[in-house]
């Protein structure tokens, strides 16, 4: 099995603000005879209503509306598959080579990051894809369902919301899961070549044009997330 052509984006409305709709139009453009679908807060909230309707009362309990956004996805690839980016994600080239033969597909970000947190690696949630019925991504989808997080004290921080169900999360049961021949886990050049300075919130474009030129970089994570700028 294949995975689908189908790209997976989301925001709270369709309006989407012009900077992302013109990376949203990018992936577009870059795969033609490729589905897209932008899903909204409300479409999200629905998804799960139908399709995992004993969820739903631990998705509405998250206390970030980020909580909600990362925990929909794996549900959505669990059952459609394809291509789930997030919108400040620029595409540079059609990203079918990354994904041939696999059944699930993430990045690695770069190791400065891993090392800010203190980890080993740090697997992103901002771009994957996967098949549907996805044995890996069950197990994100479960590990969901065992663990709420809802017993946290006090404001939910930086660290808590990638622990709960963002890049901590899935890199804790990516190292857990036993069988990953079929998981590719491609390396910052590919998807995250440029790093961010995590203590001033910039990226660091000063070899960009270096990046971007590479063979390998098919796309390059801009690191907008307003959720984390508040945090």
């Known amino acids: 099995m294949n995975i689908p052509k189908i790209i997976h ?5 369709h309006k ?4 992302l709709e013109t990376f949203a139009a990018g992936w577009r453009a870059q795969h033609p005879g490729w589905e897209y679908v932008l899903w909204t807060d409300e479409m ?6 139908d399709n995992h309707p004993h969820f739903l ?3 509405d309990r998250y206390p970030t509306a980020i909580q909600r956004v990362d925990a929909v996805r794996y549900f959505i690839l669990l059952k459609m598959g394809g291509l789930f980016v997030d919108l400040d994600f620029e595409c540079l080239k059609n990203v079918s080579p990354l994904l041939y033969q696999a059944e699930f597909v993430a990045g690695l970000e770069p190791q400065s990051h891993a090392l800010h947190h203190k980890k080993h690696a740090i697997i992103s949630n901002a771009f994957m894809a996967a098949q549907p019925g996805s044995g890996f991504v069950q197990a994100l989808c479960s ?3 065992r663990n709420d997080f809802i017993q946290f004290r006090g404001e939910p921080g930086f660290n808590y919301v990638l622990d709960c169900g963002g890049p901590f999360m899935l890199t804790r049961v990516y190292e857990q899961y036993p069988d990953k021949e079929q998981l590719k886990i491609w ?11 995590l203590d001033t919130g910039k990226l660091d474009t000063s070899n960009r044009d270096q990046v971007c030129s590479a063979d390998r970089a098919y796309a390059i994570h ?3 997330g307003s959720w984390w700028q508040k945090a």
């Open 222 to 224: 801009h690191y907008w």
């Open 143 to 145: 590990y969901l369902e």
């Open 44 to 49: 999200n909230r629905q998804f799960i209503y």
């Open 187 to 197: 390396g910052p050049e590919f998807l995250y070549p440029l790093e961010k300075d």
């Open 9 to 13: 984006q989301t925001w709270k409305d």
């Open 16 to 19: 989407i603000p012009q900077h």
């Open 57 to 59: 009362p631990v998705y």
